[in-house]
Nanobody
């Protein structure tokens, strides 16, 4: 069964950092783009970042550019999201998802994915 397991979430003060991990199993990791998405209470899901397996391209939402960095370790089937200078408005449930590499950039604007993780809570206190 194809699945993701996210880890690394938690509670952090504004200005702090967290690193989320998204470990994939049950499918060929490096044939996909992997994206991070988030959903805050009462809000729609939004794309945060994506990394494409075919050329390593990375994409970010404007709200996180310069603060978040996505990376991948294909040997470990794991994608990371390093989040620095966190703000209270970054508080949300973060999920990773796999999709065709051609949709990586689009997924930032129109959240989508074929295989989803269960999500993990990130809370940033002011």
């Amino acid at each position: 069964e194809a699945q993701f397991v996210e880890s690394g979430g938690g509670l952090v003060q504004a200005g702090g950092s967290l690193r989320l991990s998204c470990a994939a199993s049950g499918f060929t990791f490096d044939n996909y783009a992997i994206g991070w998405f988030r959903q805050a209470p009462g809000k729609e899901r939004e794309g945060v970042s994506c990394i494409s397996s075919d050329d390593g391209s990375t994409y970010y939402a404007d709200s996180v550019k310069g603060r978040f960095t996505i990376s991948a370790d294909n040997a470990k089937n794991t994608v990371y999201l390093q989040m620095n200078s966190l703000k209270p408005e970054d508080t949300a449930v973060y999920s990773c998802a796999a999709d065709h590499p051609s949709y990586c950039q689009l997924s930032i604007v129109v959240p989508r994915g074929e295989i989803w993780g269960q999500g993990i809570q990130v809370t940033v206190s002011s």
